[in-house]
């Protein structure tokens, strides 16, 4: 893949035109009526295509399919409310340090679930590191929420964590970013539908890989939040994170790496096993430890 750096996951949709209900209302999105939860969700969150690398996941490497999911630093809980809806099995729990931002993905599953599909679903505030949940086929952690972990003993006590959750086949799926323009201070635009996010690489330290990220919005009139999100974290490389893993004990670890659409030279949502990637200036990789 040769994408420029894109450290947050595009939606998919942000490339299909939005409808002229959208258009007209979108024109009118400014700092002051909009919420940064609902701009976060739009700009970095693809639940869909989420649930379809699950399964992708589930069928190369156990030859099943998952059912039940725990989503480790769940925030507004998308994932898990895109997993319930994926099937009618599907059961999920998300788990959340931050109660206001599980307040605010609460307050909306009335409109985002049927009672059924509702019912499915637990959130719960509390440690990624401490949390107690029935065992789940899959533990999922998206958008590097983990980098947050700065050292090895931290990182590996997660994932022991993470171990004992899992049934016993069980599969963790994580995602990284990396690739040359990770390691610098810069910022991307991208421009969706009816305000810019801007991803603000804000800070890198060589020796220690101590990074601070923050989102901004902007919108056509002019105005911004700024420092919406801010992430302090450990930008983890794909062999300390492989090596981590196994330490704590899951038997494999395999990384999932984008293909690349040849007109745009951009990644094509298409995920392979491999032991080799490309140098390109950013990459998002997914990791699939097994239990
Ligand atoms: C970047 S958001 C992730 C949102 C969502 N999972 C996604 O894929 O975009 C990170 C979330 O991690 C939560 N968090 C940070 N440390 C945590 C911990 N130790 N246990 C549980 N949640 C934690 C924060 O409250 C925040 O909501």
Request: charged share 30%; net charge positive; hydrophobic share 35%.
């Amino acid at each position: 893949m040769t994408a420029t750096l894109t450290a947050r996951r595009p939606r998919a949709d942000t490339r299909r035109s939005p409808s002229t209900k959208r258009r007209s209302r979108d024109r009118w999105r400014t700092a002051a009526t909009s919420d940064i939860h609902d701009l976060y969700e739009r700009s970095v969150q693809d639940p869909a295509v989420e649930c379809e690398f699950i399964d992708q996941a589930w069928k190369e490497r156990r030859g099943r399919l998952a059912r039940s999911i725990r989503e480790d630093f769940c925030g507004t809980a998308a994932m898990s409310v895109g997993w319930v809806k994926h099937r009618s099995t599907h059961v999920a729990y998300g788990v959340d340090l931050d109660e206001s931002v599980l307040a605010w993905g609460r307050a909306r599953l009335p409109r985002r679930l049927t009672p059924a599909q509702r019912r499915r679903l637990t959130l719960i505030r509390g440690d990624v590191r401490s949390v107690r949940t029935p065992s789940v086929d899959c533990v999922v952690a998206f958008n590097f929420s983990y980098f947050i972990f700065k050292t090895r003993g931290e990182l590996r006590e997660y994932y022991q964590r993470v171990r004992r959750a899992l049934v016993a086949d069980g599969l963790f799926i994580l995602d990284a970013y990396g690739g040359s323009e990770s390691f610098t201070e810069m910022e991307e635009e991208r421009h969706l539908d009816g305000f810019t996010y801007v991803w603000d690489q804000h800070h890198f330290n060589p020796v220690t890989h101590h990074v601070i990220n923050h989102i901004h919005f902007r919108f056509p009139d002019g105005t911004q939040i700024k420092k919406a999100f801010t992430y302090d974290w450990r930008l983890w490389t794909l062999p300390e994170l492989r090596e981590l893993l196994l330490e704590a004990g899951f038997k494999a670890v395999t990384v999932y790496w984008e293909g690349t659409d040849e007109k745009t030279g951009e990644g094509n949502g298409e995920w392979a096993p491999t032991t080799r990637g490309e140098d390109c200036p950013g990459w998002l990789a997914y990791l699939v430890a097994e239990k």
